[in-house]
């Protein structure tokens, strides 16, 4: 029986992803950090012929969502108490 391997970095790089769209606050580090893994991953799987291809674009996929989410929230915490008026 042959068995291939399923390619660390890209369970790594869907963990983060997935970390990166629910944690609020550190979840824009984590996707960055998801981003990076992925690539890696797929780096790797090119050279290995490793299995997890799949993962490793699913883990990229929702480290750009989670970064988009953070840095749209962001930007409305920034909106809503740039429109609130300072009480003297």
Same mark, same amino acid.
């Given at each position: 029986m042959n068995q291939?391997?399923?390619? %660390?970095?890209?369970?790594? %790089?869907?963990?983060?992803?997935?970390? %990166?769209?629910?944690v609020p606050i550190?979840?824009?580090a984590l996707g960055v950090i998801g981003v990076i893994f992925s690539r890696k991953a797929v780096k790797e799987i090119s050279q290995t012929k490793e299995e997890g291809?799949?993962?490793?674009?699913a883990g990229l996929t929702c480290s750009?969502?989670?970064i988009t989410i953070q840095?749209?929230?962001l930007l409305?915490?920034?909106i809503f108490y740039s429109m609130t008026?300072? %009480?003297s």
């Open positions: 291939t391997k399923t390619n %660390s970095p890209a369970i790594i %790089s869907l963990i983060l992803g997935i970390l %990166s769209i629910l550190i979840g824009v291809r799949g993962l490793a674009t750009i969502v989670g840095f749209i929230g409305n915490v920034v008026p300072v %009480s």
